[in-house]
T-cell receptor, first 112, second 115 residues
């Protein structure tokens, strides 16, 4: 399994753009990069997934450089409700029976 | 689909009692995961099943914990006997391994308090 490293915590203010970077130096060729969001007292929720370049949906954007050894989750114009823990996972369902292991994540605190 | 359904949502029990947590995965999903979350240890993977078969239970803390998946629509996590240090939120998640990527769907969790 590819090991991921991300900041433990980040602080931001409402209306700002937040970028959370995840390092995954030993990512495998077939691995995808997936981000989850967890609000207090809830289970993690899938927010975005990508393989290379850029992916955008209604919640966030995911930027992946050509070497794929890192990725950046971008949250545009955050609000107080974006306060949550964000997890970066790397892997694929296609390479055998894969465990879905979450690291410590990045705790994002958005202030007024 | 109603999503992953866990029951009960809250459980308070006395030390030494047996506790059974239940999970109904999303219909059609073929993998199921059990997690435990505490402030100190974060989100820990306890065990996961593929096609109702336990694949990796290395995260199960000790023999007091056991999990079963008798069919594709139901799984249980049992703690016997329970101890105060088992107090945590337990999550169940399911995945369709036929899809590319790792989009897992989580239940609302069961908050267990052992007194």
């Amino acid at each position: 399994l590819a090991k991921t490293t991300q900041p433990i915590s980040m602080d931001s203010y409402e209306g700002q753009e937040v970028n959370i970077t995840c390092s995954h130096n030993n990512i495998a060729t077939n691995d995808y990069i997936t981000w989850y969001q967890q609000f207090p007292s809830q289970g993690p929720r899938f927010i975005i997934q990508g393989y290379k370049t850029k992916v955008t949906n209604e919640v966030a954007s995911l930027f992946i450089p050509a070497d794929r050894k890192s990725s950046t989750l971008s949250l545009p114009r955050v609000s107080l409700s974006d306060t949550a823990v964000y997890y970066c996972l790397v892997g694929t369902m296609n390479t055998g029976f894969q465990k879905l292991v979450f690291g410590t994540g990045t705790r994002l605190l958005v202030s007024p | 689909d109603a999503g992953v359904i866990q029951s009960p949502r809250h459980e308070v029990t006395e030390m030494g009692q047996e506790v059974t947590l239940r999970c109904k995965p999303i219909s059609g999903h073929n993998s199921l995961f059990w997690y435990r979350q505490t402030m100190m240890r974060g989100l820990e993977l306890l065990i996961y099943f593929n096609n109702n078969v336990p694949i990796d239970d290395s995260g199960m803390p000790e023999d007091r914990f056991s999990a079963k998946m008798p069919n594709a629509s139901f799984s249980t996590l049992k703690i016997q006997p329970s101890e105060p240090r088992d107090s945590a939120v337990y999550f169940c998640a399911s995945i369709d391994r036929g899809r590319v990527g790792t989009e897992a769907f989580f239940g609302q969790g069961t908050r267990l308090t052992v007194v």
